[in-house]
């Protein structure tokens, strides 16, 4: 199998506070890993490719310098979202590739800023 | 710009009635996923299609995948209320590439 634990499950934060998720392969390398962001009943919007030793890929409209993706080995990839802001309340969600496998997916992040 | 539409976007049946969950694509992909994703969850993997015109059955659930890569269906035959959630296709145009999501069909299984 294809195994990709994430954590925390939820958390809740103060606005201008950062916050860190991390997602990790368990039982397989990733060099690529993905993060997204969902909103309640809509699908997962792509919002960075986390690359194993460098910088990440963002999507258009997501800013680098607030959601800073670290991807420092080959089973752990993170995500900050920094000086967190009401609207940055969201699930997030990671996902890495096993070759021959298919994507998986975390277990998702519930973000709360207040 | 969604490079698959999923349709319908919100689907409420009876328990035991018969479900058909489309999507398309003007893009061609090299392999497509179905997902299930229940609310606070992440998404599981139900299906990978790889070959034009393959058909895969999980259960109730038989997915089909167009002759040209295009466009898939999932049909789920006798819906169960467990059967409730958010499906979601995701396809990638190369084996390295980054999936797409469709939009999703959120499904309401009534009993």
């Known amino acids: 199998g294809a195994v990709v634990s994430q954590h925390p499950s939820w958390v809740i934060c103060k606005s201008g506070t950062s916050v860190k998720i991390e997602c990790r392969s368990l039982?397989?390398?990733?060099?690529?890993m993905f993060w997204y962001r969902q909103f309640p009943k809509q699908s997962l919007m792509l919002m960075a490719t986390?690359?194993?030793?460098?910088?990440?890929?963002?999507e258009q409209g997501v800013e680098k310098d607030k959601f800073l993706i670290n991807h420092a080995s080959l089973t752990l990839s993170t995500l900050t979202v920094t000086s967190a802001h009401p609207e940055d309340s969201s699930f997030y969600i990671c996902s890495a590739r096993k070759p021959s496998y298919g994507y998986t997916f975390g277990s998702g992040t519930r973000l709360t800023v207040v | 710009t969604q490079l698959l539409e999923q349709s319908p976007q919100f689907l409420s049946i009876q328990e035991g009635e018969n479900l058909t969950v489309y999507c398309n694509s003007s893009?061609?992909?090299?392999?497509l996923q179905w997902y299930r994703q229940e609310p606070g969850e992440g998404p599981v993997l139900l299906v990978t299609v790889v070959t034009g015109g393959e058909v895969k059955k999980l259960k109730r659930l038989t997915f089909q995948f167009g002759d040209a890569r295009k466009d898939s269906s999932l049909h789920i035959t006798a819906a169960q209320p467990g059967d409730t959630g958010l499906y979601l296709c995701a396809g990638a145009p190369t084996n390295a590439g980054k999936s797409t999501f469709g939009d999703g069909t959120t499904l309401t299984v009534k009993p």
């Open positions: 986390s690359n194993e030793g460098s910088k990440a890929t963002y």
């Open positions: 893009s061609v992909f090299s392999s």
């Open positions: 039982d397989f390398q990733a060099t690529t």
